[in-house]
């Protein structure tokens, strides 16, 4: 199975190049994040994550692993949803995202890749991931990542970003997020604000549809997978292990 895309010329030269380059533009925009986000999700953000989980499954109790958590916001959603934050654990490879989470005490930030997640086998309930899989280097690599460390029947929900089937939705929605949004982003955050909003408009033209990534992540062994979408863009992929 594929990257998520293929390398883009525009931000590094080989796929080699693209985990540091990626980190480095997740560290140098962390304390932007949130509030790029709430531009990005025209303020739906909060609203959404809380509800695609539920929809994907979660409920009190579960325990939690939120892969490419970034600033925790779908970390600390997951924590609302299962009442209590030391359930729930995030992950992400961005020291400056994991240093500007603002989580709920006892929710626990660990450094690592959704190739590579630093947790037992079979050792959550849940695992979910917002708008982070177009930034990992092998969908097959972290889906069966994915696989290994949700317990027999328990439930996966990936959010992303996904291009609108029609030539008009599709044509707003490039406006918005390739023109608008990074202008925005100069205006109130730092140097390298409308670089990662430009760069995250880039990987969602050039993700592979969402046929493939169902594929993958039948293929890592889940089942029921399915793809829910929400105002044509807001994909959320759900899935469960077998018992």
């Known amino acids: 199975?594929?990257?998520?895309?293929?390398?883009?010329?525009?931000?590094?030269?080989?796929?080699?190049?693209?985990?540091?380059?990626?980190?480095?533009?997740?560290?140098?925009?962390?304390?932007?994040?949130?509030?790029?986000?709430?531009?990005?999700?025209?303020?739906?953000?909060?609203?959404?994550?809380?509800?695609a989980l539920r929809d994907a499954g979660l409920k009190p109790g579960m325990s939690v692993l939120d892969v490419g958590t970034g600033t925790g916001l779908l970390a600390c959603a997951a924590a609302r949803i299962v009442g209590d934050p030391a359930r729930v654990t995030g992950v992400d490879p961005s020291p400056g995202m994991l240093e500007h989470a603002r989580v709920p005490a006892g929710l626990r930030l660990l450094s690592g890749s959704a190739e590579a997640i630093p947790a037992p086998d079979c050792s959550a309930d849940f695992l979910s991931?917002?708008?982070?899989?177009?930034?990992?280097g092998d969908l097959s690599a972290a889906f069966a990542e994915f696989y290994r460390v949700i317990r027999p029947g328990g439930r996966l929900c990936v959010l992303e970003?996904?291009?609108?089937?029609?030539?008009?939705?599709?044509?707003?929605?490039?406006?918005?997020?390739?023109?608008?949004?990074?202008?925005?982003?100069?205006l109130i955050g730092r140097?390298?604000?409308?670089?990662?909003?430009?760069y995250c408009w880039d990987t969602i033209a050039a993700c592979v549809p969402p046929e493939t990534i169902l594929r993958a992540i039948c293929e890592a062994g889940f089942v029921d997978a399915e793809r829910h979408v929400e105002l044509a863009i807001f994909s959320a992929y759900r899935a469960r292990k077998p018992p």
């Open 129 to 136: 991931m917002g708008y982070a899989l177009r930034h990992v």
């Open 161 to 186: 970003f996904t291009q609108p089937a029609g030539a008009v939705p599709r044509a707003i929605v490039r406006v918005w997020l390739n023109g608008f949004v990074p202008v925005i982003a100069a």
């Open 191 to 198: 140097r390298d604000a409308p670089l990662l909003m430009r």
């Open 1 to 51: 199975m594929p990257a998520p895309h293929p390398p883009l010329g525009a931000y590094y030269r080989t796929e080699g190049d693209r985990r540091a380059w990626v980190r480095g533009i997740f560290d140098r925009t962390a304390a932007d994040y949130d509030r790029l986000e709430r531009i990005v999700g025209l303020g739906t953000g909060s609203w959404y994550r809380g509800r």
